[in-house]
């Protein structure tokens, strides 16, 4: 998985008027979640803010990345949690992080990438990936930034579930019933397979 510095700066007001303001100003409220406990057990936030703009390559794009952290000068490791935008004008509201270590596991969202060509394709079936991503489970130092799926042996109305794959070193997560990709009947596959019974 490659990896983005993103630089912050600490917050010490984190009201919904403070948040306002920075969002005024083109910043976006951050929080940093991680090993940190409070006394009632529940995780203690971090919180912090980047501009909009050093956001952008990480936010906007299908790649996976970890995130360097640099909050006024303190370094974390992290990835993304979670995004909100806001519903009308989907500017940026709000990042939660996750801080990582290399021994720990997390859970992750992985895309996929489809390769070869699919026997269904040749008989004249259309190859369709039915998910993008796929969630996994490892170190986020064994996490790829993609999961390569081949599909040539894939024939004419036949489908690869999440149950039927394995990455080495990652746990897959994402329920073994779900369809990743199929190679779906078209009109001429259809009138093919019916001439080949006549």
Do not use: W
């Amino acid at each position: 998985m490659k990896s983005i510095e993103i630089k912050g700066t600490a917050r010490t007001e984190t009201g919904k008027k403070a948040t306002k303001q920075l969002r005024k100003e083109g910043v976006v409220p951050c929080n940093l979640y991680g090993e940190a406990r409070g006394e009632n057990g529940l995780p203690v936030a971090l919180s912090f803010s980047v501009p909009a703009a050093g956001l952008r390559k990480l936010v906007y794009t299908p790649e996976i990345y970890s995130v360097d952290l640099d909050i006024d000068g303190k370094k974390y490791t992290a990835v993304m949690r979670e995004l909100q935008f806001h519903p009308v004008s989907d500017q940026l509201l709000h990042v939660d992080f996750y801080e990582v270590t290399a021994q720990k596991p997390i859970v992750m969202e992985v895309p996929i990438k489809l390769n070869g060509l699919a026997e269904g394709v040749r008989a004249g079936g259309k190859l369709a990936a039915n998910v993008r991503k796929l969630k996994v489970r490892a170190p986020y130092t064994q996490i790829p930034e993609r999961l390569d799926i081949d599909v040539t042996n894939l024939g004419l109305g036949k489908t690869i579930k999440a149950g039927e794959l394995q990455f080495e070193g990652l746990e897959l997560v994402t329920p073994a019933s779900v369809v990743v990709c199929q190679v779906k009947m078209t009109r001429s596959a259809m009138s093919a397979a019916a001439k080949a019974q006549d």
